[in-house]
């Protein structure tokens, strides 16, 4: 219909950016669909809403000259080729139309900068001038023009370099990474909630201990969350040391995410052990403590999310609920406590004893797989 509406017009229309890079790696049907025309993506949009059976309403962002329209399970957003330029104190950029090739500079990643071609002559070829497929085959994430520039116009560019190497299990390529590195202050300029959604997306990829140790070694876990990468390190005292709690965790928080796709029990994990930097002291006798971490961690969760914007309703309850609890059962199981001890944690969990199971088994198992089995009876 797309490809009827652009000869209808006489426009060249292009589809862009994730569908094609999802199609290509066969990720299943893509929801959201970008398509290109050169000329007026608002037209253009108007034209195939005539064709559609159904007329779907055509919403109009003026300011913006795009359009998007719901078709079946698809949102279709229609934009007009554009050139982009940056000041240094915003990501918003000045717009002016362009080429399709001006279009592709403004892009993000090689592998976001594939089109497709859907008018009748020449339908399907692929237009890729940075030879993305090529970085797709690959599962590189590289930038189509320099790095430098394109992080330091953009900031948020570098959480979605990350991201996309959580999420599609890619690399990103090494001067790609040393630019994150040198441009990390940059990210001052992004809102907390655009970082926050790269962050959840991170969180919710098939192995997230990729992304987020990527974003450690990069600076930019750092400027985020420094409760957590206080963590880092291993302190050794009269011969005893204690674990590495911040790579701990990255273990935790892939192990859950093999049991659950819950965002909020994924955030429980990323901040099960945080009262443990500020709680951490040595004693001659008994060795390394973090007496009371549950409880410090549980305000600090609090905190956490106020500074974060996260919402500060029941999911944060929620997971604060599950840091004060989870190094409950560990305790039982290390201590071989009463009955009475555990009737008391399963009361304290309520309608939460499964999930606080889930992130048991995820903490427990990253030091001995045995010791959840007799928790667990
Ligand atoms: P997903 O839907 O999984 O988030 P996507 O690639 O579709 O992936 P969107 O954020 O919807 O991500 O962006 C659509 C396209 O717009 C991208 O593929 C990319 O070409 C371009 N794009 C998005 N954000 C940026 C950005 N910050 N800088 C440059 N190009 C961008």
């Known amino acids: 219909v797309i490809s009827e509406a652009a000869e209808a017009l006489s426009v060249d229309a292009y589809v862009i950016g994730g569908f094609v890079r999802d199609h290509i790696l066969e990720r299943g049907e893509p929801k959201d669909i970008d398509i290109v025309a050169i000329g007026s993506g608002i037209e253009l949009a108007k034209k195939v809403s005539e064709l559609l ?31 982009e330029s940056y000041r240094s104190d915003s990501r918003k950029p000045i717009v002016e139309d362009g080429s399709l090739e001006d279009d592709q500079n403004r892009r993000d990643f090689t592998i976001n900068a594939l089109a497709l071609k859907l008018n009748k002559d020449g ?26 520039i394109t992080y330091s116009d953009d900031p948020l560019r570098m959480y979605r370099a990350i991201r996309f190497a959580s999420q599609l299990n890619f690399m ?10 040198r441009n990390k202050d ?8 655009r970082i926050l959604d790269e962050l959840n997306k991170i969180l919710l990829s098939d192995k997230p201990s990729k992304g987020l140790a990527l974003l450690f070694k990069t600076g930019l876990l750092k400027k985020i969350l420094p409760e957590l990468t206080a963590l880092q390190g291993i ?42 930097a500020p709680t951490k002291k040595f004693h001659k006798k008994i060795g390394w403590t973090f007496h009371g971490h549950e409880f410090v961690g549980a305000k600090m969760v609090f905190k956490l ?42 009361f304290d969990a309520g309608d939460h004893i499964e999930d606080l199971m889930i992130l048991c088994e995820a903490d427990i198992t990253t030091k001995n797989p045995k010791r959840f089995k007799k928790y667990h009876s």
Request: net charge neutral; no cysteine.
């Open 235 to 276: 302190d050794e005292k009269d011969g005893q040391k204690h674990k590495d709690n911040f790579w701990h965790t990255l273990e935790v928080v892939d192990n859950i995410s093999e049991n659950t796709n819950d965002l909020w029990l994924r955030w429980a994990a990323l901040l099960h052990d945080i009262g443990k």
């Open 123 to 148: 339908f399907g070829d692929l237009l890729d001038p940075f030879n993305g497929y090529d970085d797709l085959k690959q599962r590189i994430i590289r930038t189509p023009l320099d790095p430098d």
């Open 172 to 181: 990103i390529e090494a001067e790609s990474l040393k630019a994150i590195k």
């Open 305 to 346: 999310f106020k500074r974060l914007r996260l919402p500060l309703n029941d999911k944060m309850k929620f997971v604060q609920k599950m840091v004060l609890l989870s190094s409950r059962p560990i305790a039982i199981v290390d201590d071989n406590v009463t009955d009475s001890a555990v009737r008391r944690l399963v």
């Open 186 to 193: 940059r990210i001052k300029i992004i809102s907390k909630e």
């Open 53 to 83: 059976p159904d007329k779907p309403k055509v919403q109009v962002f003026k300011n913006f000259g795009t359009a998007m329209l719901r078709s079946e399970d698809h949102e279709i957003e229609f934009v007009g080729a554009r050139m």
